[in-house]
């Protein structure tokens, strides 16, 4: 099938960037302009690293287009690559890291209260966020130092190392969760849900064709 050549016209944009993999060493790099409704930039990478971000923004930059503001995944390095524009990380992923450490139903009553805390993170401001993390920490400030000595090497780890992420992970990514907030006039999104949309669409298609290949995509 032909594939139109996309039209780009100069002019700034707020962008969402992340990957998605088909296979483990076959993805899709790709920034969209939510409010444009199209993808201005796709590529194939191997792997989720920084140079495939920056050759976006740099191809994007060369098209004439320049990011006011950017939604991402959380990566560190990422974050430095956008670092002279506002960010914001998406929420879902925030979400998705707690659930990681803490798993969709976690026993400790600590955990189910920072993962409550952390499903409320649409529906609050970052005052009010901060303050419910830090209180939850004073809470458990004992609890989350308690160690555990392995009897064979004789050496200690934290007891609830998990949990001890998870909060870390919260306190890290503060400053970038309520960037669509400080704002306003940008109208920036606080999901990646207009890109993650476009992967379910083409995860489909490749579903319907039981398996994808390079030569399929290209």
């Known amino acids: 099938m032909p594939v139109k050549e996309q039209l ?20 899709l790099c790709v920034i969209r302009a939510p409010y444009l409704k199209k993808n201005l930039y796709a ?4 792997t989720e690293s920084v140079d495939a971000y920056k050759q976006g923004r740099i191809n994007l930059e060369k098209r004439g287009y320049t ?5 991402l995944d959380g990566r560190p390095g ?15 992923h925030q979400k998705q890291i707690i659930t990681r450490y803490l798993t ?6 600590a955990s189910l209260e920072l993962k409550k805390i952390t499903e409320a993170l649409c529906k609050t401001n970052e005052r009010d966020f901060a303050a419910a993390i830090n209180n939850w920490h004073q809470k458990w400030s004992c609890f989350l130092k308690e160690r555990t000595t392995d009897p064979l090497t004789g050496k200690w780890f934290y007891t609830h190392k998990r949990l001890r992420s998870a909060y870390r992970s919260l306190k890290i990514n503060l400053p970038y969760l309520f960037t669509y907030q400080k704002y306003p006039e940008l109208n920036i999104p606080n999901t990646t849900n207009s890109l993650d949309g476009c992967f379910a669409y083409l995860k489909e298609l490749v579903r319907v064709h039981r398996g994808i290949n390079n030569e399929l995509v290209q």
């Open 8 to 27: 780009h016209v100069s002019q700034p944009v707020v962008a969402i960037a992340d990957v998605t993999f088909f296979k483990r060493s076959f993805g």
């Open 104 to 109: 969709n139903n976690p026993k400790l009553e």
């Open 43 to 46: 590529q194939e990478v191997q």
């Open 67 to 71: 990011i006011e503001a950017i939604v």
């Open 78 to 92: 990422v974050r430095q690559l956008f670092s002279d524009v506002p960010i914001q990380m998406g929420h879902f």
